[in-house]
């Protein structure tokens, strides 16, 4: 491929950012963030709270200006995004406001002529499946129900990129298992994009192809989740025990000795020294990586 297909191709991906910087008063929310989005993937945003992730966000869509870097979404800068563009993605906010005097059906009608691939009878189904009564005001719909209110809007425009911002955090198992659904759905039958930022660290393993975890304003881990998974072990040390290539994260036990995170290329074998302390590897799960890495 030569350099101006490669441009090209970068150029008409979801999302495509380079060395993003932002900070507030002095504190650094995001360092240095290179990330691309492929279409039909499923992003999970993984972090404790206060890393970043909504500053990150907010940063793609544009809403929020970064000091340094660059965001590109489907080939224009984020924060010049044309109409024809805007109406190709749909977003959820953690806390949705606004339009309080306006009834669930009047503010879903208004959603619906700004989207020209707007799916009625899609929305009709979740208002249905989520027991969401279109006749309601707004300022009567609980944080929950409002929340769900956002995603039928959200999943009805028919986008091709999907941000959503802890969509799940106010949802009943029931309705988070329905989003789930509806996500995969989206993702491998219709190519939507999606970036999904989430506390839940369960419903992220669920139902993302990548993972990228922000840990005080950088991107500490980003790849597929199995390969993540695959190439990231916790030993059991001495004390004493020299720093690991591949080492990312180390804590003494109470007991004695430490537990010392490694990361390995894929296909590669763990660090030899491991062999001298008789050392095993123990494979993690994704919420296990997270805790290790990020304490």
């Known amino acids: ?66 000091d340094a870097g660059e965001v590109r979404v489907f080939g224009e800068p984020a924060g010049a995004l044309t109409d024809a563009v805007k109406q190709r993605i749909a977003y959820v906010a ?8 306006m009834s669930a059906g009047q503010w879903l009608a208004l959603m619906a002529g700004s989207y020209p691939r707007w799916n009625q009878p899609r929305a009709d189904g979740l208002l249905a499946r989520w027991q969401l009564r ?23 425009v028919h986008a091709d990129l999907l941000v959503l911002d802890e969509p799940a955090a106010r949802l009943d198992p029931t309705a988070r298992r329905e989003l ?23 419903d992220l393993e669920r ?19 199995d390969t993540l998974k695959e190439c990231h072990a916790r030993v059991l040390l001495p004390a004493a025990a020299e720093p690991l290539p591949g080492e990312l994260a180390r804590r003494r036990l109470e007991g004695g000795g430490v537990s010392v995170v490694i990361a390995r290329v894929p ?19 994704l919420e296990d990586l997270f805790v290790e890495v990020t304490s």
Do not use: C, Y
């Open 267 to 285: 296909g590669q074998p763990w660090p030899p020294q491991l062999q001298a302390w008789h050392a095993q590897p123990q494979m993690l799960g």
């Open 134 to 156: 279109v006749e309601t005001p707004l300022v009567q719909l609980s944080p929950g129900e409002r929340q769900r209110l956002e995603l039928v809007r959200a999943l009805a």
């Open 207 to 225: 139902i993302a192809s990548d993972i990228a975890l922000l840990h005080d304003g950088h991107l500490l881990l980003r790849g597929e989740l």
């Open 180 to 202: 789930l659904r509806e996500l995969v759905f989206d993702a491998l039958d219709e190519g939507t994009s999606v970036i999904l930022s989430s506390h839940l660290v369960g």
């Open 1 to 66: 491929m030569n350099a101006h297909a490669v441009s090209t191709a970068s150029a008409s991906a979801p999302l495509l950012v380079r060395g993003l910087h932002k900070q507030f008063m002095g504190r650094v929310v995001l360092d240095g963030i290179d990330l691309k989005l492929a279409r039909g993937s499923v992003l999970g945003l993984l972090g404790r709270n206060g890393a970043g992730k909504t500053t990150l966000l907010d940063s793609l869509l544009g809403l929020t200006r970064p």
């Open 94 to 101: 953690q806390q949705p406001a606004g339009f309080e005097w």
